[in-house]
Nanobody
Framework: VQLQASGGGLVQAGGSLTLSCAAS????????MGWHRQAPGKQRELVAL??????NYAGSVKGRFTISRDNAKNTVYLQMNGLKPEDTAVYYC??????????????WGQGTLVTVSS
């Protein structure tokens, strides 16, 4: 299963961006979709997860970011509002599920850069 992420870019502090990540390939079902990020010199960290309607967010983005999914399109979105310079990072999507033939997959997107200027 391959993931294609898009939507990153340069934005001023307080601005908004929406990231999207589409999965393609032989998919039987998707269990969890999520976004992680890695800032320069830091470890990759979880930003948000969504599974069967349940969502979880890192404390630093709660109330500003919204994760959603379109099951028909096998796509996960991350709406980011009120962006701060500390949100600057490469954002990676991650999707886990079951492929065809029936076996689990854990795929990562290629990363999309979000830069927030002060």
């Amino acid at each position: 299963v391959q993931l294609q992420a898009s939507g990153g870019g340069l934005v001023q502090a307080g601005g908004s961006l929406t990231l999207s990540c589409a999965a393609s390939g032989s998919i039987f079902s998707i269990e969890v979709m999520g976004w992680h990020r890695q800032a320069p010199g830091k470890q990759r960290e979880l930003v948000a997860l969504i599974s069967d309607g349940d969502t979880n967010y890192a404390g630093s983005v709660k109330g500003r970011f919204t994760i959603s999914r379109d099951n028909a399109k096998n796509t996960v979105y991350l709406q980011m509002n009120g962006l701060k310079p500390e949100d600057t990072a490469v954002y990676y999507c991650n999707i886990r599920g079951i492929g065809r033939p029936l076996r689990t997959f854990n795929s990562w997107g290629q990363g999309t850069l979000v830069t927030v200027s002060s």
